[in-house]
């Protein structure tokens, strides 16, 4: 392919994500969504402008490291030692849930397999996605309805930020054992040694990041020093310690998320992702995805993925928030705040593909699920606020 050719590829790609991304944020529907069905239209299935190719694979390789990055960098650590354990407990339950749930699921649609096997490895990929929390929309809608500040609003929030790293970190074993030659010990061996790596040296670059901050407040090189890092940590994490990129650039973004520029670097970071990487990373599993292989079985199973990936975080979620002291009407909200999904699952799906833990035509009900959930969340959250309100009245 002439190297000219990425121009064309690349300005398609961009006019076509934005124009769609916009059109879905003016439905009300989750803006990477619109990003994906443009990268559906424009790729193979169906008007073939665009083709994939291992330059755009790098591309989005890229948008999706910086994604995480920028999802590290939005941690508010002090928000989550205020609810303590009870966000540590409902994030570990919402995880595990909809873990064995999304196990079950596929198990019982293609047949069950013995533990360990790559049939059985596909089954808990599933659940894998299923466990992904994206609280924006919640967050939104809880601001709207004046209860983000509350027990409530905070126990989510903070639960979702656990629950993405308890979910990165099951990730990062479940293709491990993709390697028929990694063993179980060495996989808890090198994601101990790796989170101890990163605590040690995270916690002495947060004091260099500081005191240059302190220094220099405000400049460029502070957000570009933060990139070298979050590329630096991705690398190191995948090289020496065989963990996922995502996972180091995800915890580089915690590393600085308490300096005070850190809203600064995400700032930065967006402008990167929101004009080009990021379009290309999500129009990227549009191109991937083989609307050719659709039939009544995959649809059947979009609809039980859509069902059980709901319900699991609810159940989850909300039975221990009650165990936690919570009433069984906040129980319920913290549980129905728990569903939505959003870049994480992609991202978790886009790994899977990657290591042949996922095939593309899964990416549908991935991305029915992204709108599902995004559209019930705050409606279903409206009614149960107000019903609350009218029994206070």
Not at 73 to 98: I, N, S
Not at 146 to 163: E, K, Q
Not at 205 to 219: E, I, S
Not at 327 to 345: F, H, N, P, Q, Y
């Amino acid at each position: 392919m002439e190297s000219y050719v990425i121009f064309k590829d690349l300005a398609i790609i961009i006019v076509f994500a934005k124009f769609f991304g916009l059109l879905a944020r003016k439905i009300k529907v989750p803006q990477v969504a619109g990003e994906i069905i443009a990268g559906l239209l424009i790729g193979p299935s169906v008007l073939g402008l665009v083709a994939q190719s291992d330059f755009l694979s790098k591309m989005a390789e890229i948008g999706v490291v910086l994604l995480m990055f920028t999802a590290g960098l939005g941690t508010d650590l002090k928000e989550m030692k205020k609810t303590g354990v009870a966000a540590f407990l409902v994030a570990c339950c919402g995880v595990a849930v909809p873990l064995i749930g999304g196990t079950i699921l596929y198990s019982c649609f293609y047949g069950w397999s013995a533990v360990g096997s790559e049939h059985f490895l596909k089954a808990v990929f599933i659940g894998c996605i299923m466990t992904a929390t994206s609280v924006s929309i919640t967050v939104e809608a809880l601001r709207e309805l004046g209860h983000l500040n509350g027990r409530v609003g905070t126990t989510i929030m903070s639960a979702a930020i656990i629950d993405d790293v308890i979910g990165i970190i099951v990730l990062t074993f479940v293709i491990a054992f993709k390697d028929p030659d990694v063993k179980p010990l060495h996989i808890v061996t090198q994601t101990a040694l790796f989170f101890l790596f990163a605590f040690v040296v995270g916690y002495l670059l947060y004091k260099v990041f500081q005191k240059v901050d302190q220094r220099y407040p405000h400049t460029r090189r502070i957000p570009i020093a933060g990139l070298a890092l979050c590329l630096a940590m991705s690398y190191i994490a995948e090289k020496y310690f065989g963990i996922a990129d995502i996972t180091g650039a995800f915890v580089a973004g915690i590393i600085l998320c308490n300096i005070r520029d850190s809203k600064y670097i995400a700032e930065k970071m967006d402008v990167e992702s929101y004009m080009m990487f990021g379009p290309i990373f999500f129009a990227s599993i549009g191109l991937k995805t083989d609307i050719g292989d659709l039939n009544t079985s995959i649809l059947l199973f979009s609809a039980a993925f859509i069902i059980v990936a709901l319900i699991t975080k609810i159940i989850g979620c909300g039975l221990i928030s009650k165990v936690c002291g919570f009433s069984w009407g906040d129980s319920l909200k913290i549980g129905v705040g728990m569903m939505t999904r959003g870049e994480v699952a992609l991202i978790v799906s886009q790994k899977g593909l990657a290591v042949g833990l996922m095939e593309p035509v899964y990416f549908t009900s991935v991305i029915l699920l992204i709108i599902v959930s995004s559209i019930a969340t705050p409606v279903v959250l409206k009614i149960l606020y107000a019903k609350e309100g009218a029994h206070e009245v």
